[in-house]
């Protein structure tokens, strides 16, 4: 089964544009100034899917997909699956005989900043209204029945291209400075370029259900590319996971690069610009097959 509902109030763009059409501020998932929360949501995609799985009339499995930074307050050494975890286990709890699984979408530049100001209290608000996406994609889902024809699973291995300010030599240098406690430093970006500069490519993958395409993607991937993929295929039911390799970190779009902002910093992506026709054209080989192009 197949279906979609509106996600109200939880998604908005982090990159608040400028009139220069560079970022002027970052719009965090939790975010305390009134005048960034009163900004308009900007690019998301409202759009929270559900492929559900059936026998005969007995539901057995939902998984579903919903592109936002899944985080509402955090850094408090408790551990929590913060507001999607919390709405995936809500539903659990209407329907405790169905296996519930929930997939961020490509959520890298999008979070709940708008309708976060850090009160705990949003937390459950924010997980009871993708509940209520949830509840509301489950049922109205589309049912058909699946042959053995009807399923596939194809892959599509890239080389992402390293960002230019990746320098093994200070890289190496600065691994004297490092500290295991560290967050992420230039160990892990060292890591990283040793994995694109040996020729390592990484899996996209499509898995085929009938008319519904689940592409997995890598990295904190922005909203930009979920979006693109649905239009590729909109004859199809289109779905994203991301973050299914964290080794790039954030993966902005071409323009992205030069708009700024903390995403497409050096801090947080390890690509290049060029990112983007390769993810793009990645994604089309998935989508668009021999006898569908």
């Not at 049922?139 to 024809?149: A, K, Q």
Request: hydrophobic content about 35%; overall charge positive.
């Amino acid at each position: 089964g197949y279906g979609s509902a509106k996600v109200e109030k939880v998604a908005s763009n982090r990159r608040i544009l400028g009139p220069d059409g560079k970022v002027s501020a970052t719009r965090y998932t939790t975010c305390r100034d009134p005048k960034l929360r009163a900004a308009p949501e900007g690019v998301i995609d409202p759009e929270l899917s559900a492929i559900s799985f059936w026998n005969e009339k007995d539901l057995v499995t939902v998984m579903t997909y919903y592109a936002c930074h899944p985080q509402s307050y955090y850094r408090t050494g408790i551990p929590s699956p913060d507001f999607p975890g919390i709405a995936r286990f809500l539903r659990g709890q209407d329907l405790p005989n169905v296996l519930h699984l929930h997939f961020n979408g490509a959520g890298g530049n999008i979070g709940a900043g708008k309708y976060n100001d850090g009160n705990k209290e949003n937390r459950l608000t924010l997980a009871q209204r993708v509940a209520e996406g949830m509840k509301q994609a489950t049922n109205t889902s589309e049912r058909i029945r699946l042959t053995s024809g009807d399923v596939g699973w194809s892959v599509a291995p890239v080389a992402l291209p390293p960002a230019k300010h990746l320098k093994r030599a200070e890289l190496e240098a600065s691994l004297a400075k490092w500290k295991p406690n560290d967050y992420w430093g230039s160990a892990d970006e060292l890591a990283w370029l040793n994995r694109c500069e040996s020729g390592h490519k990484i899996d996209l993958s499509c898995l085929r259900l009938g008319d519904i395409r689940i592409v997995h993607m890598p990295g904190e991937l922005f909203v930009e590319y979920q979006l693109a993929a649905k239009q590729m295929r909109p004859d199809l039911h289109v779905a994203m996971a991301a973050y299914g390799d964290y080794g790039p970190g954030y993966i902005g779009t071409e323009i992205g690069y030069s708009q700024g902002g903390y995403e497409t910093s050096p801090r947080a992506s390890k690509v290049d610009k060029s990112v983007e026709t390769v993810l793009m054209d990645g994604m089309r080989s998935l989508l668009l097959t021999k006898d569908e192009k």
